[in-house]
């Protein structure tokens, strides 16, 4: 167990649809990351947060957002669902987000988009 | 850009066997830090060792250690005395710190450890 959460396990919608998936960091920790995991993208680093303020995005799509609120944990909410959204989310944790952290994984949401 | 290649889509090994799954980055940084996580048929994704670029010594964690050539720019994953616990799809990822120390994963290498 790495002490990173995450709801829901998993997720089924309809394309076009909204979400929020939902994450808290391990204890301390205060940088929060997002991945995303699919067949055809592999891994990709969707966004990272520091202490509730945004410190970097990568292939995040524009219907995609996302927040750490004051108790540091994150949401991520994907709106106008698409069938290609269908993947498994994780969220990582650090400590300060620094070039010597080590980011802890947690379980992931399995997002499935009918 | 930063890249990490794992040209080893899948590999097997006997149980109580050593492999060896390779990884090869593109980075003209020079401090940077090199990881292995393991996940498996569960998905959670698990930090099996990590290299900081700057150390020579090559980490070890158990039956898990490194080859790491700097000029080359290969990380290799070595597995002794492979354990069926060790089935797993394998991935190597690079980060560089900067603005960001996101991770940079490669395609990962599924490794079937047989009894």
């Known amino acids: 167990d790495s002490g990173v959460t995450q709801t829901p396990k998993h997720l089924i919608t309809a394309t076009g649809q909204r979400v929020t998936l939902r994450c808290s960091p391990r204890s301390g920790d205060l940088s929060v990351y997002w991945y995303q995991q699919s067949l055809d993208q592999g891994l990709q680093f969707l966004i990272q947060?520091?202490?509730?303020?945004?410190?970097a995005k990568g292939n995040i799509l524009e219907r995609f957002s996302a927040q750490q609120f004051p108790d540091l944990h994150s949401e991520l909410n994907l709106s106008s669902l698409e069938l290609g959204d269908s993947a498994l989310y994780f969220c990582?944790?650090?400590?300060?987000?620094?070039?010597?952290?080590?980011?802890?994984f947690g379980p992931g949401t399995r997002l499935t988009v009918l | 850009a930063q890249t990490v290649t794992q040209s080893q889509p899948e590999m097997s090994v006997q149980e109580a066997e050593t492999v060896t799954l390779s990884c090869t980055y593109d980075t003209s940084e020079n401090n940077y830090y090199l990881f292995w996580y393991k996940q498996p048929p569960s998905r959670q994704m698990i930090l099996v060792i990590r290299?900081?670029?700057?150390?020579?010594q090559n980490a070890t964690e158990n039956r898990f250690s490194v080859n790491f050539q700097k000029a080359a720019k290969s990380f290799s994953l070595k597995i002794s005395d492979s354990q069926l616990g060790d089935t797993a799809m394998y991935f190597c990822?690079?980060?560089?710190?900067?603005?960001?120390?996101?991770?940079?994963f490669g395609t990962g290498t599924l490794l079937a450890v047989q009894p």
């Open positions: 290299q900081e670029a700057y150390k020579q």
């Open positions: 947060y520091y202490n509730g303020e945004e410190r």
């Open positions: 990822a690079f980060s560089y710190g900067g603005a960001t120390n996101k991770l940079i």
């Open positions: 990582a944790s650090s400590g300060t987000g620094g070039a010597e952290d080590t980011q802890y």
